[in-house]
């Protein structure tokens, strides 16, 4: 997510700390400054954003400024590395909402953040019929979800250092790139008809069908692992298991189930690794694979990939080691 500074008032020595590349000297009297406050009186309103303008304009045209560097530090409102026009229109809104009652935010910072919040484009519209009671369906239309970002690992693999019990081998974290490649595919992708069962379907069906399975050149001349599944299958186009059923957990953890991947063999001879996704639905764990189309057979009609089996679960949720 995006990171803004979370100070909100601080002395010019603490600026010291806090941004030690700064060559300045502590002041023996500190004075406390308040973001978005150009002018010193306390407030955060119409006459600090024509400051920040101000300034904003000089420095356009190679001109000079008394601000010192604790004010242009503290004053870059939406954390870019400058003060400009859009710092000073953020400062308008802040002191329009103060001014209409305000109440949720008490420093601009946190207003600024809120207001950048990226919009989930990935969830349904509320109200869409969820189906038929019982059904998969309606199970996971219905089913109670929690925003978060981390996708935890666990190893399944038969020799691993527990002898083959499932542990925690670490975790994923659902990044700004691959925010920006779920909301981006869901814009292009979805319709305001579709559930959140047809969304999910759609991208299991799409991920399957669009991306190609990528070389080991092409693997290290991407360098996927340092990419999210969502932004190498969504944007590139290409992808191993890893990014095939990355995206697709990556896709669940942002509709707010409880989405995990699963590092194990294909084989018997533990030679094969493979990557795997499950989601956990009201104390219920589904596998789900999204292979790759070259591995189907067409003659039988078989198909590298199911979606929400019972049957085929590999993780219990029982972990060895805590």
Same mark, same amino acid.
Not at 38 to 52: F, I, K
Not at 173 to 199: Q, V, W
Not at 209 to 214: C, D, G, L
Not at 225 to 234: E, R, V
């Given at each position: 997510?995006?990171?803004?500074?979370?100070?909100?008032?601080?002395?010019?020595?603490?600026?010291?700390?806090? &941004?030690?590349?700064?060559?300045?000297?502590?002041?023996?009297?500190?004075?406390?400054?308040?973001?978005?406050?150009?002018?010193?009186?306390?407030?955060?309103?119409?006459?600090?954003?024509?400051?920040?303008?101000?300034?904003? @304009? &000089?420095?356009?045209?190679?001109?000079?400024?008394?601000?010192?560097?604790?004010?242009?530090?503290?004053?870059?409102?939406?954390?870019?590395?400058?003060?400009?026009?859009?710092?000073?229109?953020?400062?308008?809104?802040?002191?329009?909402?103060?001014?209409?009652?305000?109440?949720?935010?008490?420093?601009?910072?946190?207003?600024?953040?809120?207001?950048?919040?990226?919009?989930?484009?990935?969830?349904?519209?509320?109200?869409?019929?969820?189906?038929?009671?019982?059904?998969?369906?309606?199970?996971?239309?219905?089913?109670?979800?929690?925003?978060?970002?981390?996708?935890?690992?666990? +190893?399944?693999?038969?020799?691993?250092?527990?002898?083959?019990?499932?542990?925690?081998?670490?975790?994923? =974290?659902?990044?700004?790139?691959?925010?920006?490649?779920?909301?981006?595919? &869901?814009?292009?992708?979805?319709?305001?008809?579709?559930?959140?069962?047809?969304?999910? =379907?759609?991208?299991?069906?799409?991920?399957?069908?669009?991306?190609?399975?990528?070389?080991?050149? =092409?693997?290290?001349?991407?360098?996927?692992?340092?990419?999210?599944? @969502?932004?190498?299958?969504?944007?590139?186009?290409?992808? #191993?298991?890893?990014?095939? +059923?990355?995206?697709?957990?990556?896709?669940?953890?942002?509709?707010?189930?409880?989405?995990?991947?699963?590092?194990?063999?294909?084989?018997?001879?533990?030679?094969?690794?493979?990557?795997?996704?499950?989601?956990?639905?009201?104390?219920?764990?589904?596998?789900?694979?999204?292979?790759?189309?070259? @591995?189907?057979?067409?003659?039988?009609?078989?198909?590298?990939?199911?979606?929400?089996?019972?049957?085929?679960? #590999?993780?219990?949720?029982?972990?060895?080691?805590?």
């Amino acid at each position: 997510m995006n990171m803004f500074r979370r100070i909100t008032a601080f002395s010019a020595a603490a600026v010291i700390g806090f &941004a030690a590349a700064l060559p300045l000297a502590a002041s023996a009297d500190e004075e406390i400054l308040i973001i978005g406050d150009t002018n010193g009186d306390s407030l955060v309103d119409a006459t600090d954003a024509s400051d920040m303008l101000i300034y904003y @304009s &000089a420095m356009s045209t190679g001109g000079e400024s008394d601000w010192t560097l604790e004010m242009k530090y503290t004053h870059d409102v939406d954390g870019d590395g400058r003060i400009d026009a859009t710092d000073a229109s953020y400062v308008l809104m802040y002191y329009s909402y103060n001014a209409t009652g305000g109440g949720k935010f008490d420093n601009i910072i946190d207003y600024v953040k809120d207001l950048r919040k990226p919009v989930n484009y990935v969830l349904a519209p509320e109200g869409l019929d969820p189906g038929t009671t019982g059904t998969i369906e309606y199970i996971v239309n219905t089913a109670p979800r929690t925003e978060h970002y981390d996708i935890p690992l666990y +190893n399944i693999k038969a020799n691993n250092i527990y002898g083959g019990k499932t542990y925690r081998a670490g975790t994923y =974290e659902l990044t700004d790139e691959a925010i920006t490649a779920l909301n981006n595919f &869901a814009k292009e992708h979805f319709t305001d008809s579709m559930t959140d069962y047809d969304r999910i =379907e759609y991208t299991w069906n799409w991920l399957h069908e669009n991306v190609k399975y990528a070389t080991e050149a =092409e693997y290290q001349g991407y360098q996927m692992w340092n990419h999210s599944g @969502s932004y190498c299958c969504f944007d590139v186009g290409i992808g #191993q298991c890893l990014q095939y +059923n990355g995206a697709f957990a990556e896709m669940l953890a942002y509709m707010g189930y409880n989405s995990y991947m699963l590092e194990m063999w294909t084989d018997t001879a533990c030679t094969i690794q493979h990557y795997r996704s499950e989601v956990e639905i009201n104390g219920i764990y589904y596998n789900t694979e999204v292979g790759d189309k070259g @591995s189907d057979n067409p003659k039988t009609g078989y198909k590298w990939m199911w979606l929400f089996n019972p049957d085929k679960r #590999q993780f219990y949720g029982v972990q060895a080691g805590e």
